[in-house]
């Protein structure tokens, strides 16, 4: 093999190994997703404050939310829970993350002032799913509204489409080690109203949009690459010697 060819064909290793590196750096870059809560992945959840749970309402398409103020019989609480897979961001550095509902016809309450939002539910160790009613978080949930304020009767309506920054609350998840990340959709006393499950559809459900990059290539990644053009190389200059 003459010198010129030699070189040729180091160039052309050479470029080949570059090449790779720069599609596995694309493998790593920025990329946005879409994940939707599955079917079984929201249920409502109902009790009074006296006299237990009601229980679960599934296979809806619509996730309601009351709070009816009954004493001495008890408070009843309906509440919406909505499980978001995860998974797919683990291992990766979440830039953000936001959580997109959308709103059924208009709420309202039959009290002076009502509220309605939607909040993190820090689930612990329990191993989730995908499932609300399997999981059983319905004894998680307590009473009262707080969070990201879905509707105000203080403010107008507004859009159908509600979109809220959950970055920090995903990212307690993920470094927990969470394949899932749980909201629940509260309301204010005597506050009506509802907003689409996932039965409703990918459009309409409840939905995260997130930005990630993944992580940091290994450096073993990097050597394996950088290596096998060198032994490239050394067969080339061997036989060429021997030549």
Request: charged content about 10%; glycine content about 16%; overall charge negative.
């Amino acid at each position: 093999m003459s010198d010129s060819t030699s070189r040729f064909t180091l160039a052309r290793l050479s470029a080949l190994a570059t090449a790779c590196l720069m599609l596995q750096g694309g493998a790593w870059a920025g990329n946005s997703v879409t994940l939707n809560a599955p079917p079984s992945g929201d249920a409502g959840y109902a009790w009074n404050s006296k006299y237990g749970p009601y229980g679960y309402t599934v296979d809806g398409t619509e996730l309601g939310v009351g709070l009816q103020m009954g004493p001495p019989y008890g408070n009843d609480y309906t509440v919406g829970i909505i499980e978001i897979p995860i998974a797919a961001l683990l291992g990766g550095d979440l830039l953000g993350a936001q959580l997109q509902v959308n709103t059924v016809g208009n709420f309202g309450t039959g009290y002076y002032y009502g509220s309605v939002a939607i909040s993190w539910l820090d689930t612990g160790a329990r191993t989730l799913t995908g499932d609300v009613v399997a999981d059983g978080l319905g004894s998680l949930v307590s009473g009262g509204s707080g969070g990201w304020g879905v509707w105000s009767s203080d403010t107008p309506e507004g859009a159908m489409l509600k979109q809220f920054d959950v970055t920090s609350a995903v990212q307690a998840d993920l470094t927990a080690g969470r394949s899932f990340s749980t909201f629940v959709l509260n309301g204010s006393r005597d506050t009506y109203g509802s907003i689409y499950a996932a039965e409703s559809g990918l459009a309409l459900g409840p939905r995260l949009l997130a930005d990630t990059t993944a992580p940091v290539p290994e450096p073993s990644s990097w050597l394996m690459l950088l290596g096998g053009m060198a032994l490239g190389g050394t067969a080339l200059q061997r036989r060429r010697a021997a030549r």
